[in-house]
């Protein structure tokens, strides 16, 4: 290739460099040395390219070369505008896309509900300095709560080393980092702290600074039911133990409180209880304890009964069910297509029409059901003003296993097709005497052993059981889909690294492109 155009080639570059020094000034790098250098390449470049086409000068006003420079120069003067004019609009319009696995900056149903449902200006206060690791994901968190309630939800940094009396009045540790939520002011003042900086929690303590009243939910012992936080024996798994601490952590979190109630000598169900949650009793109920139930639900209280596998209810509380519609059935469900891994452990994605199910429905959630039980829906014998409907059901492809074995298989007599594996029934109780609630609301689950710490990080789990909560206490905010345990597979980047990024990705990688293409363009025109 002869010298004069490679100048020619050169001289393009060095107009290119010249050009955008401008943009990598005020919109890509903002560094003078970066732009400095652009500038003195690029002078040095254009003069390559007239030290190789001296000859060249002469002739430009009679030969079309004059119009093959002016042309090269607007071209790309106009592609250099049009990297700015692209650039800027996608500046102002901002729109982001979450392409994280699991949505790690994407907030969750229930934050944009909780957010949406505030009553009030909430203001977040971060006591954490600048220089802390976690200051800029927190600030990055707050920032997506503020967009989604620009009125409602403001936030903060303050240094606690530099705002002692802030530190006093929250009662903040010396080197803590702690968040601390406030509504209200004087009086009326209210505010919650929370140490754990994730969504999840900050959702859950946003819940608990609005709620209304104290929702406690009681917890019936004495029929061998799973502990709250106390290690208790698998049946069947030699060395093992569970408890329902996270569970009980999670209610804690939203809001609930939990007591244990015992119901021996028929003990009735205290006024200020609004839940009663049987998870997985082992032995029968006696007919008093039975009798004290039916009167709470007759006077429109709330219960959860999730079914054991290695328990039955008794013949006194499996009429209360028949009575709201469910009949726990003998064995245990299997499926020989939805299952992880065992026929025994049921993954169900297959949803009723009920509340409950809608959110995990649109998520297309799995519920895991490990030992569940099957569950008839009754048409009669019900009490007056019952209604039932199925919330979750198996795949086709279950059944009813009576026998069970390592082997498992459908055979005569057992029940086989779509099984009802969670159902809720409610009556109309606003004409009861010595009334709770205008309607009792009763859900079954067939399975107790989804509940357990094993089982409580399933997404679809704890969603169904929390959603359980929240329709029978009438809480329709808490009939949604919680932040996911996230793992956040993210690269950490400093101010420097990001700059450097957007360096390379708006300025070298377009430039390097442009110069490239002009390079190929005068190639070929100087042929």
């Known amino acids: 290739m002869k010298a004069a155009n490679i100048g020619k080639i050169l001289g393009g570059f060095g107009l290119l460099l010249l050009f955008s020094s401008p943009f990598t000034l005020f919109f890509s790098s903002g560094s003078p040395a970066i732009v400095a250098t652009k500038v003195v390449a690029g002078l040095v470049l254009v003069g390559l390219y007239f030290a190789t086409n001296f000859k060249q000068f002469g002739q430009f006003a009679s030969r079309r070369s004059s119009f093959?420079?002016?042309?090269?120069?607007?071209?790309?003067?106009?592609?250099?505008?049009?990297?700015?004019?692209?650039?800027?609009?996608?500046?102002?319009?901002?729109?982001?896309?979450?392409?994280?696995e699991r949505k790690i900056f994407t907030l969750s149903p229930q934050t944009l509900t909780t957010l949406q449902g505030?009553?009030?200006?909430?203001?977040?206060?971060?006591?954490?300095?600048?220089?802390?690791?976690?200051?800029?994901?927190?600030?990055?968190?707050?920032?997506?709560?503020?967009?989604?309630?620009?009125?409602?939800?403001?936030?903060?940094?303050?240094?606690?080393?530099?705002?002692?009396?802030?530190?006093a009045k929250y009662e903040l540790r010396e080197g803590q980092t702690t968040v601390v939520l406030t509504r209200g002011e004087g009086a009326n003042a209210a505010h919650t702290s929370l140490n754990v900086i994730s969504e999840q929690e900050l959702t859950n303590a946003l819940l608990k600074l609005t709620k209304v009243s104290e929702q406690k939910v009681y917890f019936v012992v004495g029929h061998g039911e799973w502990p709250l936080e106390q290690q208790m024996p698998i049946p069947g798994q030699r060395g093992r133990t569970t408890s329902l601490s996270e569970m009980k952590q999670q209610l804690t979190q939203e809001g609930y409180t939990t007591r244990e109630l015992n119901l021996a000598g028929g003990t009735r169900?205290?006024?200020?209880?609004?839940?009663?949650?049987?998870?997985?009793?082992?032995?029968?109920?006696?007919?008093?304890?039975?009798?004290?139930?039916?009167?709470?639900?007759?006077?429109?209280?709330?219960?959860?009964?999730?079914?054991?596998?290695?328990?039955?209810?008794?013949?006194?509380?499996?009429?209360?069910?028949?009575?709201y519609g469910v009949e726990i059935d003998k064995g245990v469900v299997a499926d020989a297509q939805f299952n992880n891994g065992s026929p025994y452990v049921v993954l169900s994605l297959f949803y009723g029409k009920h509340e409950i199910a809608r959110p995990l429905s649109q998520r297309q959630l799995n519920v895991e059901f490990p030992t569940a039980r099957a569950i008839n829906v009754l048409s009669q014998g019900l009490a007056e003003g019952v209604k039932v409907e199925p919330v979750i059901l198996t795949s086709p492809f279950g059944w009813v296993e009576t026998t069970p074995d390592d082997k498992p298989a459908p055979t005569e007599g057992e029940r086989t097709g779509q099984l009802a594996l969670v159902t809720a029934s409610s009556r109309n109780t606003s004409g009861?005497?010595?009334?709770?609630?205008?309607?009792?609301?009763?859900?079954?689950?067939?399975?107790?052993?989804?509940?357990?710490d094993s089982n409580w990080g399933h997404e679809g789990n704890r969603n169904l059981v929390m959603n359980a909560l929240g329709w029978a206490t009438n809480q329709v905010d808490k009939v949604t889909i919680r932040p996911p345990d996230r793992a956040a597979s993210t690269l950490q980047l400093d101010a420097d690294m990001?700059?450097?990024?957007?360096?390379?990705s708006t300025d070298v990688l377009p430039l390097s492109l442009l110069g490239v293409g002009l390079a190929i363009w005068l190639s070929r025109r100087n042929k």
């Not at 009030?120 to 997506?144: M, S």
């Not at 010595?434 to 079954?444: H, P, S």
């Open 68 to 100: 093959f420079f002016a042309s090269t120069a607007l071209t790309v003067l106009a592609t250099l505008g049009a990297l700015v004019a692209v650039n800027y609009i996608v500046h102002k319009k901002n729109q982001r896309w979450d392409l994280t």
């Open 118 to 167: 505030l009553q009030e200006p909430v203001r977040a206060i971060g006591f954490i300095p600048t220089d802390h690791p976690a200051y800029e994901a927190l600030q990055a968190t707050f920032e997506r709560y503020h967009s989604e309630a620009p009125d409602k939800f403001q936030y903060s940094f303050k240094d606690p080393r530099r705002h002692p009396d802030l530190a």
């Open 269 to 323: 169900v205290p006024r200020d209880a609004a839940l009663v949650l049987i998870a997985g009793a082992k032995a029968p109920f006696s007919t008093p304890e039975v009798e004290s139930l039916r009167q709470y639900l007759s006077a429109g209280g709330r219960l959860l009964y999730f079914a054991e596998a290695y328990g039955e209810p008794g013949p006194e509380l499996s009429k209360l069910l028949a009575e």
């Open 432 to 452: 009861a005497q010595d009334k709770r609630f205008d309607e009792a609301r009763l859900v079954v689950v067939g399975d107790s052993e989804l509940l357990m």
């Open 498 to 504: 990001l700059n450097r990024i957007r360096f390379v």
